[in-house]
Antibody
Framework: QVTLRESGPALVKPTQTLTLTCTFS??????????VSWIRQPPGKALEWLAL???????YYSTSLKTRLTISKDTSKNQVVLTMTNMDPVDTATYYC????????????WGQGTMVTVSS | QSALTQPRSVSGSPGQSVTISCTGT?????????VSWYQQHPGKAPKLMIY???KRPSGVPDRFSGSKSGNTASLTISGLQAEDEADYYC???????????FGTGTKVTVL
C-alpha cells in the first residue's frame, strides 16, 4: 500500500523559513521514473503546483516561486523535504505531497496535507 | 504560467450528465497528452479521477470520462450521483521547465 504523509510546523512567522517533510511508504524514489511533488492550496482557493524531484535527483520548481523553494530527498529514509524561504501571510495554505509514476504523468497518490499558517 | 481556466460551477440533477471544461494553451493542454482530473471533497485531499486525458485509474467509476480538443480538455460525469458533489481540478503537464499547471477549479452541485 502506497502512503504519503506531510509533517511540519502549523504556524510560522513572516520572513521565517518553512521546512516540510513528506514521509512515504510502499514505493522507492530510487525506482526509475518515480517522482514526488509538492502542491499547496490556500483556504478556499485552487491547487498550486510547487516543486518536483525525480528518481535521478533532478529538481523542478514553479517559475513564480523558484527563488524561494528548495526540494531534496533522502532515499534511505523515504523522505522528501521542501523548504520555502521568506514566508508571508499569503503563503498560508494546506501543503500536500503526492507521487508521480513518470514525469509528466498524474499525481496518483496524495498525502492528507498539512495546514501551515503564516502569522506574527 | 497562468492557471488553466475552468467554469466556477456546474450543476445537474441526479442521473443527468455534466461536463467541465479546462482551457489552456498550446504550451500545456494543447501540447501534451498529460491532462489529469482530480476530485476534492471538503476537507479532503484531492483524488485522481482521470489521467493521460482519458484514462481511468482502477476503482474510478466509468461514469467519469475525459477528452481533449486543441487547447481545451473536458471531464464528463454521466449518471450524476449525490456523492459526485465536490470540487474538480484539471491539471496539465507544461514541459520540463514549467512542469505542471492546475486549473482554477469547478464546484459540481447535484441538485
Amino acid at each position: 500500500q502506497v502512503t504519503l504523509r506531510e509533517s511540519g510546523p502549523a504556524l510560522v512567522k513572516p520572513t521565517q523559513t518553512l521546512t516540510l517533510t513528506c514521509t512515504f511508504s510502499g514505493f522507492s524514489l530510487s525506482t526509475s521514473g518515480m517522482c514526488v511533488s509538492w502542491i499547496r492550496q490556500p483556504p478556499g482557493k485552487a491547487l498550486e503546483w510547487l516543486a518536483l524531484i525525480d528518481w535521478d535527483d533532478d529538481k523542478y520548481y514553479s517559475t513564480s516561486l523558484k527563488t524561494r523553494l528548495t526540494i531534496s530527498k533522502d532515499t534511505s529514509k523515504n523522505q522528501v523535504v521542501l523548504t520555502m524561504t521568506n514566508m508571508d501571510p499569503v503563503d498560508t495554505a494546506t501543503y500536500y505531497c503526492a507521487r508521480i509514476l513518470l514525469q509528466g504523468g498524474a499525481f496518483d497518490i496524495w498525502g492528507q496535507g498539512t495546514m501551515v499558517t503564516v502569522s506574527s | 504560467q497562468s492557471a488553466l481556466t475552468q467554469p466556477r460551477s456546474v450543476s445537474g440533477s441526479p442521473g443527468q450528465s455534466v461536463t467541465i471544461s479546462c482551457t489552456g494553451t498550446s504550451s500545456d493542454v494543447g501540447g501534451y497528452n498529460y491532462v489529469s482530473w482530480y476530485q476534492q471533497h471538503p476537507g479532503k485531499a484531492p483524488k485522481l479521477m482521470i489521467y493521460d486525458v482519458s484514462k481511468r485509474p482502477s476503482g474510478v467509476p466509468d461514469r467519469f470520462s475525459g477528452s481533449k480538443s486543441g487547447n481545451t480538455a473536458s471531464l464528463t460525469i454521466s449518471g450524476l450521483q449525490a456523492e459526485d458533489e465536490a470540487d474538480y481540478y484539471c491539471c496539465s503537464y507544461a514541459g520540463s521547465y514549467t512542469s505542471y499547471v492546475f486549473g482554477t477549479g469547478t464546484k459540481v452541485t447535484v441538485l
